[in-house]
């Protein structure tokens, strides 16, 4: 045991780095206070319902009511019983506080991949560093993109798994692999997930045509064999996981539209492409690789005291601290997104190490990695390049489902810190020294020289103009100024320019100088001036100093708060107060106050809302979204989803009111007339003008399960919501006559049953997104339950498979310890 520790002390060393590291960038956190995430608010409205069922019944409903109306739970939150990650999980974000856990997974991953790639420790923790303090991990930490943040840790450790295998180490790469590919689905971001295979596909390409060349084709599909089976169990581990988003995904906006001419939000089968495209990265905005500030950094401004704006306000009569504030205010940001948290920065170093390792690392993996950067990058540019983008998103399986294109420059930060370090390494071990400082000093002249270039004449290739934000702020500055179009005009165009230029400048020098430093570190070595542990531990400093003082504009000791701060946003406003007074279990909201009620789910922390948030709602509900509620609220509409009270703001005093909206239909009615719609179409037009309490619109192929010959009209006839749950609703119901019921909850028939007298039976959909059914005379009880097969049979699947990893690791380990006991005795 001694010798198993004095053998892997250095990795326990680099272990507690990473803590350190963590505990001094995170200290708030460990002080206990909370980050604030602005998606994460988001989350925790969504999520009320089920945490609140979830904390009294000691289980979470896989259906919640508290937005858009109604939707399955799975991309909300959801517990995965039988899948053996979803413990890991819980165990590391027990033991540390977010998101700490993330980053610390993300060190360790990256870790393993530069072990495995054979490099020193110190330089693999150089390297995981490089990886996991890249600014978009940090960014997406900040606004609380947890799931997407999780996923990217994986990316790492799962191509070590890969690597080992195909490097002939079969039983324990295919069970790495298996291990942080579950953990990867289990973060239930697919479209990480997705981009990380068009990856692999071209690592699995070279070494199949590297295999037919030296006609080893045996042996790589032996390695191809663990590897397929290590997905395999992987799959089956998430299966419930995967089952219902497939099954979800079809009915959501990325699924095939209803009707015949798409709505703006998405296509006839997946995304609208303007809408997937919002986010595409600039051509020219690349630059931010090397340069962060080089198109201003963040939409939120970062201008201070001494820019050309506050001055030109200073100098115009505004008080010091009035200009300081409002040109913070200003964006800085000046890309064609619609707008950014910060730029895709990899560190000036790391650029630079890339670049050299473009012209002397040697062997296969670099045209992978190399490959990987050009397809990554011209997939992210989105509108701004479509000639590659629109091939996939046309033709591509799946891709059409996945917006923000910008988002796949992740497989570029992934492959940045790898052939960067790859180089240190071959430069390290290279013996021909002539030939590596020529590479070196070429590689100095090309990043060195980008950046020296940007310091002194910015505004020679940038020009630092916004072609979409820059005119509507120009108007609301003319606004601001009293009509003073010529002062606003100046502000924009000539010192928000200047004060944009500067930044670019700046971090432009800051670049060259950290470029300069990683240069002279290898410069040193190669001419015996250090020694190899010093160059690691040197690389090292400087990659953590560039990284953490970019990652600091972002994710800061001020984005955290004290936890009775945090809850203080949760707070009810008075009219919340008076609607949480109605004891009525299943009622619905719309809040008129916020700016996108359809795109805001703070108003759902206190009730069940039309509203919400959520990047893949129901398509139906989405279609009735555009066609009913975005041009002018259809009160038809509202009455049918049972929406009892809207909150309004006074457009003079912005005074908070509330309407109870008397025509609410409530949770269930009998109508006295069926309307046939052909299609879809003809449903939508129905509903735009309709008495929903007398009538209802249901599509020609539900005809059957209506006997119109013995439905009749019962004045008297009752139903009533006598039980409320998420997952469970329970009706009463009497009338001397067969009746048709529309029940003001959604639609969705994949998992909801419908028991009448304890009798499964047949049910429609009406209005468009609403559950029917014909209820035959007599008094009965009628139950909605919802029990979807996709999760139940999919939680037995993932059991299975978790066995299946249980087992295969400790038959390892048993083999393992076995060879190890023979070597002692021989």
Known sequence: ?????????????????????????FTPAFQGKVLVQSDVIQAQGMQKEIMDVRAKTGKAPLWTNQVFGGMPAYQIWAFYPSNITTYVISALKTVFPNPIDTVLLSLFGAYLLFCVLKLNPW???????????????????HAGHSNQ??????????????????????????????????????????????????????????????AIKNKTTTIFFESIAYLAGATLVAVMINASILWTTYEYGQESI???????????????????????????????????????????????????????????????GVPQDQATGFAAQLPTYWGGKPFTEGPWYFGAGICFLFVFGLMIVRGRIKWWLLATVILSMLLSFGKNFTLVSDLFFNYFPLYNKFRAVESILVLTQLAFPILAFLAIKEALQTKDKAFILKKLFLSLYITGGIALLVALLPQLFFSFKSSTGDESLIAQLTQAFQGDSSFANTIVNSDLVQDRASLARMDAIRSLVFVLITFGVLWAFIKQKINLQITSLLILAVTLVDLWSVDKRYLKDDSFQAKDEALQARTPREVDQ????????????????????FADASTSYFHKTLGGYHAAKLKRFQELIENQFSKSLNQDALDMLNTK???????????????????????????????????????????????????????????????TKQNAIDPNGKITLVSYAPEHLVYETGSTSNQVAVFSEIYY??????????????????????????????????????????????????????????????????????????????
């Not at 609607?579 to 106050?593: A, Q, S, W, Y």
């Open 254 to 316: 990325r699924g095939k539209s209803n009707l015949s001419q798409k709505a703006t939000s998405g296509n006839s089968n997946g995304l609208d492409k303007e809408y997937a495209y919002g986010w595409s990265q600039g051509i020219g905005e690349c630059i931010t690789f090397l340069i962060p500030n080089a198109y201003g950094g963040g939409s939120g401004g970062a201008l201070k005291a001494d820019s050309k704006v506050a001055q030109a306000l200073i100098d115009k």
């Open 149 to 210: 943040a999780y996923a990217i840790t994986f990316f790492a450790p799962i191509l070590a798994g890969i690597i080992l295998t195909l490097r002939g180490k079969h039983w324990l790469g295919a069970i790495l692999t298996t291990f942080f590919l579950a953990m990867e689905i289990r973060s239930n971001h697919i479209q990480m997930a997705y981009y990380l295979m068009l990856s692999l596909l071209i690592l699995v390409g070279i070494e199949l045509y590297h």
């Open 123 to 141: 330089l693999a923790a150089a390297g995981a560093i490089a990886f996991t303090f890249s600014s978009y991990n940090f960014i997406l930490l």
């Open 1 to 25: 045991m001694n010798n198993w520790f004095k053998q892997n002390g250095v990795h326990f060393a680099v272990a507690g780095l990473f803590i350190a590291i963590c505990f001094f960038y």
């Open 578 to 597: 008076f609607i949480l007074r109605d004891t009525d279990p299943d009622f619905r909201v719309l809040d008129l106050t916020l700016r996108d009620p």
């Open 645 to 707: 009270y809207v909150i309004t703001a006074d457009p003079k005093t912005q005074a908070v009111g509330m309407k109870a909206n008397a025509t609410a239909c409530g949770h269930a009615w009998f109508v006295e007339q069926v309307r046939f719609a052909d299609n879809a179409d003809q449903e939508m037009q129905a509903i735009s003008s309709f008495d929903p309490k007398k009538e209802a619109i249901v599509d020609k192929k539900y005809q059957p399960l209506i006997d």
């Open 749 to 826: 028939d994949k998992g909801w049953k419908m028991l009448i007298d304890g009798q499964e039976k047949p049910y429609f959909r009406a209005d468009y997104l609403l559950r029917a059914a014909q209820i035959p005379v007599g008094n009965h009880k009628i139950e909605f339950i919802f029990h979807p097969n996709s999760y139940y049979t999919g939680e037995g699947i993932s059991m299975a498979g978790s066995i299946l990893l249980v087992l295969a690791f400790g038959g390892y380990v048993f083999a393992e310890s076995r060879k190890k006991k023979v070597v002692k005795t021989v």
